[in-house]
Every structure is written in C-alpha cells, then in structure tokens.
C-alpha cells in the first residue's frame, strides 16, 4: 500500500511496516496471541529473547549471560509460574539457573 492509503486490520491479523509503505494484513501468528492464555511460546527463540520475554511476567531482575544467548528455545511456557520455565530450561539446555537471591534471578552457562 501506497503512503496515503488506509487499511482496515482486524482481530487475528498483523500488518508489517517498511518504511513508508505498509504490507497486506496477514493471519497472525498464534504465538503472537499466547499471552492472553497466559502462555509464552517459543519457536526457535533465541535464549536472550526468551529469557527478556519471560522477565516481564515476574518481579525482580531476570537476565542471560550473553555467551549462551544465541541458543534456541522450543516450547511452551507458562507466564504464570515463571521459576517452573526456568526449571525447564535448565533441564532441557546446557544451562543453571543462578538465584543470587529470590528475586536476582540470571541464566548461566552449566560448569
């Protein structure tokens, strides 16, 4: 579409914006929506990304050592019992999850 234009975009769409010009409305992905289920899914989801999306969904600091950032999450999570995701990434990836306090919270590579 051309700058100008409108376009109507309805519930179960998304639309892409390249500079000026915007993209045709496409389905949307339901992963996009699993937060209103309470749910976090990962498809291939970089370990940095999961973990920033996860932290939003608990209290206190919840980080990734960046030299395991780039491995990949599959799954889906629960946004509603965060420590039980983290437990399932430790048992799942090469990584500990380190509790410096209860709510200081960081994702390590395993020893």
Known sequence: ??????????????????????DSPQPAPAS?????????VAEGMP?????????RYR????????????LRVVGTFSIKDTDRALAALGSVLPVTIKRTLPWWVT????A
């Open 1 to 22: 579409m051309a700058a100008g234009q409108h376009c109507d975009v309805y519930a179960g769409q998304q639309i892409s914006l390249y500079g000026d010009r915007l």
């Open 32 to 40: 996009g929506r699993a937060w209103t289920s309470g749910m976090l």
């Open 47 to 55: 370990l940095l990304q999961f973990v920033s999306e996860l932290s």
């Open 59 to 70: 209290h206190g600091y919840l980080a990734c050592d960046e030299k395991i950032a780039g």
């Open 107 to 110: 994702v390590e590579a395993r």
